[in-house]
């Protein structure tokens, strides 16, 4: 099946630092999405970007389907950044990368 | 905004006993799917529902699973005889076709 490889692994911000988390999949696909894991466990949607760039706030993505990559940008982190960010792509079924553990520190 | 939503938000049962987690998924969505989270690792993929069948599984998705939409909302996911290992959160998610999935808060079931 599909591959979904996130780096880094784990990341330690100061608050209002830059961050580019990465997202990189293993053969075409026509879905890939965005997710922030919050510490009761929920899901929350952050971008639907099978291609091009979209921004929200202070998130920005980046797909380059072609690449097979997806680049996920946080500006000025916050403290309630803080969390799991997962990367899911679709071929057939959404398949998850292992996430990017994001700690925001003040 | 219209949302999936999951119940019981957590669930705690004995082993060997039999579980149901509920899902009303976004009413105009046609495809329907579970998702099981084991505490630390990544989401994985269990079963796939659409047309009052299922469309595709994974491995995970043994004889101890089932799922099934007994009416026009409600989207179920039942587990047999529950063992220690389906400890997890498994969350429910919609979608209307190759397009973003809609994910539900989830239900964490605890297995003692």
């Known amino acids: 099946g599909i591959q979904v490889e996130q780096s880094p692994p784990d990341l330690i911000l100061q608050e209002g630092a830059n961050s580019t988390l990465r997202c990189n999949f293993s053969?075409?696909?026509?879905?890939l999405q965005w997710f922030h894991q919050n510490p009761w466990g929920q899901l929350i949607n952050l971008f639907y970007?099978?291609?091009g760039t979209k921004q929200n706030g202070r998130l920005s993505a980046t797909t380059v389907a072609t690449e097979r990559y997806s680049l996920l940008y946080i500006s000025s982190s916050q403290t309630t950044d803080s969390g799991v960010y997962f990367c899911?792509?679709?071929?057939?079924?959404?398949?998850f990368g292992k996430g990017t553990k994001l700690s925001v520190i003040p | 905004e219209p949302e999936v939503t999951q119940t019981p938000s957590h669930q705690v049962t004995q082993m060997g006993q039999e579980v149901i987690l509920r899902c009303v998924p976004i009413s105009n969505h046609l495809y329907f799917y579970w998702y099981r989270q084991i505490l630390g690792q990544k989401v994985e993929f269990l079963v796939s529902?659409?047309?009052?069948?299922?469309?595709?599984k994974s491995e995970i998705f043994d004889d101890q699973f089932s799922v099934e939409r007994p009416d026009g909302s409600n989207f179920t996911l039942k587990i047999r005889s529950t063992k220690l290992e389906d400890s997890a959160m498994y969350f429910c998610?919609?979608?209307?076709?190759?397009?973003?999935?809609?994910f539900g808060p989830g239900t964490r079931l605890t297995v003692l």
């Open positions: 970007i099978p291609s």
């Open positions: 899911a792509v679709r071929s057939y079924q959404l398949t």
């Open positions: 053969d075409s696909v026509n879905n």
């Open positions: 529902f659409y047309n009052n069948e299922i469309s595709e």
């Open positions: 998610a919609s979608v209307t076709g190759y397009n973003e999935q809609f």
